[in-house]
């Protein structure tokens, strides 16, 4: 029996892990399951993350994965093949891969697999301005998969999700859109959403198509029947009609060239757009980018301890991109000086969150941006 493959795309912080770590409650059907997790950076930090849910971990550090597809990529699944003897490889590539170019790699192995699940988490408060300031990484991540899961939607307002899916949409007339929110959904009925292999309009259709005549008006089941074929007789009077949640074929007016160019960096409050450029595509010329050509990763390991207080400060200051350049994600794992517990962080474009988790062997520090001034970092987070 072939091998499942499973990829779980996502830009940067949308929240792959989170979505891996949901499906993991589901037991997989007693599936032998193997998480293949990439780091973009010099120090893997989803690893840690992940192996709280006792998840084997096979990291490919040094790099995104679209640019070691040649090497470290086939010979990472080779080994996890010899190695795990896998039903299912779940594979979770960097926030700054190509969904393109990892698709058409697993497709090139000589090896047993079945490509399943093709999914991208989006953050729909994000996506907007994602679009315009990365799109040659976000779009493609958006336009090459299947299922598209919009994360974050319970922070937003109804206008601002409507907006997120017609951009989607607009990218990938195709796939099916999940809006959910990531921490309540059933992580059962979210496995079989992604595993869909029809789309949500194309089942619509074929629900009314087969049993399209039994209206219930006023709570009564009328049993007059309509789209039979009695004695041959093909009966021509339509009866599936979408009233109420009709699918509209209204155009969104945004991004008609396709792709915008205009890479303006992206420190997103309230969805503002800068006017500094910072990501190439300069007089409407498309260029092809390796993540290497783009952006910027550092890492740092620690022994120093910190306060939540400190961690915090660390944290808003990490937004002043005249000082530190444009931060797009930070994360880290960090002794804590205040508890016994020590403290997880995460950081998305100006928002973080700090948890408490459980003690590791030392603080780890990665900072993921576009023109990043590391010594200015490198000076803050480690208070030097």
Same mark, same amino acid.
């Not at 949409?169 to 990531?182: A, Q």
């Not at 960096?265 to 503002?272: G, L, Q, T, V």
């Given at each position: 029996?072939?091998?499942?493959?499973?990829?779980?795309?996502?830009?940067?912080?949308?929240?792959?892990?989170?979505?891996?770590?949901?499906?993991?409650?589901?037991?997989?059907?007693?599936?032998?399951?193997?998480?293949?997790?990439?780091?973009?950076?010099?120090?893997?930090?989803?690893?840690?993350?992940?192996?709280?849910?006792?998840?084997?971990?096979?990291?490919?550090?040094?790099?995104?994965?679209?640019?070691?597809?040649?090497?470290?990529?086939?010979?990472?699944?080779?080994?996890?093949?010899?190695?795990?003897?896998?039903?299912?490889?779940?594979?979770?590539?960097?926030?700054?891969?190509?969904?393109?170019?990892?698709?058409?790699?697993?497709?090139?192995?000589?090896?047993?697999?079945?490509?399943?699940?093709?999914?991208?988490?989006?953050?729909?408060?994000?996506?907007?301005?994602?679009?315009?300031?990365?799109?040659?990484?976000?779009?493609?991540?958006?336009?090459?998969?299947?299922?598209?899961?919009?994360?974050?939607?319970?922070?937003?307002?109804?206008?601002?999700?409507?907006?997120?899916?017609?951009?989607?949409?607009?990218?990938?007339?195709?796939?099916?859109?999940?809006?959910?929110?990531?921490?309540?959904?059933?992580?059962?009925?979210?496995?079989?959403?992604?595993?869909?292999?029809?789309?949500?309009?194309?089942?619509?259709?074929?629900?009314?198509?087969?049993?399209?005549?039994?209206?219930?008006?006023?709570?009564?089941?009328?049993?007059?029947?309509?789209?039979?074929?009695?004695?041959?007789?093909?009966?021509?009077?339509?009866?599936?009609?979408?009233?109420?949640?009709?699918?509209?074929?209204?155009?969104?007016?945004?991004?008609?060239?396709?792709?915008?160019?205009?890479?303006?960096?992206?420190?997103?409050?309230?969805?503002?757009?800068?006017?500094?450029?910072?990501?190439?595509?300069?007089?409407?010329?498309?260029?092809?980018?390796?993540?290497?050509?783009?952006?910027?990763?550092?890492?740092? @390991?620690?022994?120093?301890?910190?306060?939540?207080?400190?961690?915090?400060?660390?944290?808003?200051?990490?937004?002043?991109? @005249?000082?530190?350049?444009?931060?797009?994600?930070?994360?880290?794992?960090?002794?804590?000086?205040?508890?016994?517990?020590?403290?997880?962080?995460?950081?998305?474009?100006?928002?973080?969150?700090?948890?408490?988790?459980?003690?590791?062997?030392?603080?780890?520090?990665?900072?993921?941006?576009?023109?990043?001034?590391?010594?200015?970092?490198?000076?803050?987070?480690?208070?030097?």
């Amino acid at each position: 029996m072939s091998i499942k493959v499973d990829i779980i795309s996502g830009f940067l912080g949308a929240g792959k892990t989170t979505l891996i770590k949901k499906l993991f409650e589901t037991g997989f059907h007693n599936e032998k399951v193997v998480l293949i997790e990439n780091e973009f950076g010099e120090i893997g930090i989803d690893g840690s993350f992940l192996k709280e849910s006792g998840v084997n971990i096979k990291e490919i550090n040094s790099g995104c994965i679209c640019c070691s597809l040649v090497g470290d990529f086939s010979a990472s699944m080779s080994e996890v093949i010899s190695t795990y003897q896998p039903e299912r490889i779940i594979i979770e590539p960097s926030g700054v891969g190509k969904l393109s170019d990892i698709v058409k790699a697993v497709e090139k192995l000589d090896l047993d697999l079945q490509l399943n699940i093709v999914a991208t988490v989006v953050d729909g408060g994000k996506c907007k301005v994602y679009m315009k300031n990365f799109g040659e990484f976000f779009n493609n991540q958006v336009s090459d998969a299947h299922i598209i899961v919009m994360s974050k939607v319970e922070r937003l307002a109804n206008e601002k999700v409507v907006e997120a899916y017609e951009l989607i949409k607009e990218k990938n007339p195709n796939c099916n859109v999940i809006l959910t929110d990531l921490n309540a959904v059933d992580p059962q009925k979210l496995l079989e959403a992604l595993e869909r292999t029809i789309s949500y309009q194309d089942k619509v259709e074929e629900e009314f198509k087969h049993g399209c005549c039994c209206h219930h008006h006023d709570g009564e089941e009328h049993d007059h029947e309509c789209c039979h074929h009695h004695d041959g007789e093909e009966h021509d009077h339509e009866c599936c009609h979408h009233h109420d949640g009709e699918d509209h074929d209204h155009e969104c007016c945004h991004h008609h060239d396709e792709e915008e160019h205009n890479h303006k960096c992206c420190h997103h409050h309230d969805e503002e757009e800068h006017d500094h450029e910072c990501c190439h595509h300069h007089d409407g010329e498309h260029h092809h980018h390796d993540a290497d050509e783009v952006f910027v990763s550092v890492g740092y @390991e620690t022994p120093m301890a910190y306060s939540q207080k400190e961690l915090t400060k660390i944290l808003e200051t990490l937004k002043e991109e @005249e000082n530190y350049g444009v931060v797009l994600r930070a994360k880290g794992i960090l002794k804590a000086s205040d508890q016994a517990k020590w403290h997880y962080f995460d950081y998305v474009a100006g928002d973080y969150s700090i948890r408490e988790g459980e003690a590791d062997f030392v603080g780890r520090i990665v900072v993921i941006g576009s023109q990043l001034k590391k010594e200015n970092i490198e000076t803050l987070v480690l208070k030097k």
